[in-house]
């Protein structure tokens, strides 16, 4: 059995900044996820929202971390911090070594379980 140390499912608000075009129609900018409400705040002041765009702060309460359940490493540089888990999925199965489980679990290529051989 392999000891978790860093979860895939984080179970606390992680917030994500939609600019509105003219249509009124949500788009995400970036698709990233922010640990705190006052990051996210921060990206929308530095957001070149043109005349009549309008950003907002959506709260998520859990969301999915690309990294090693054992080592905590991330999948590729930086973080990957996801609304959606089979994003997650996609992401780490284009990752080259990187695995992860139907128990949401994932793995670089220094600790994927045998069984995923």
Not at 65 to 86: K, N, P
Request: a negative charge; aromatic letters at 12%.
């Amino acid at each position: 059995m392999i000891t978790t140390n860093y979860p895939a499912v984080v179970h606390a608000p992680h917030y994500e900044v939609l600019i509105r075009d003219r249509r009124g129609w949500p788009e995400q900018t970036n698709q990233r996820l922010y640990r705190s409400l006052a990051d996210a705040q921060r990206a929308v002041e530095y957001l070149p929202l043109p005349g009549d765009f309008g950003a907002r702060i959506v709260t998520y309460d859990v969301a999915y971390y690309a990294r090693c359940g054992v080592c905590g490493d991330f999948v590729e540089s930086g973080e990957w911090i996801f609304a959606d888990w089979l994003v997650l999925v996609l992401v780490v199965a284009a990752s080259p070594g990187w695995s992860c489980t139907t128990e949401q679990l994932v793995f670089c290529p220094q600790h994927r379980p045998d069984s995923e051989d």
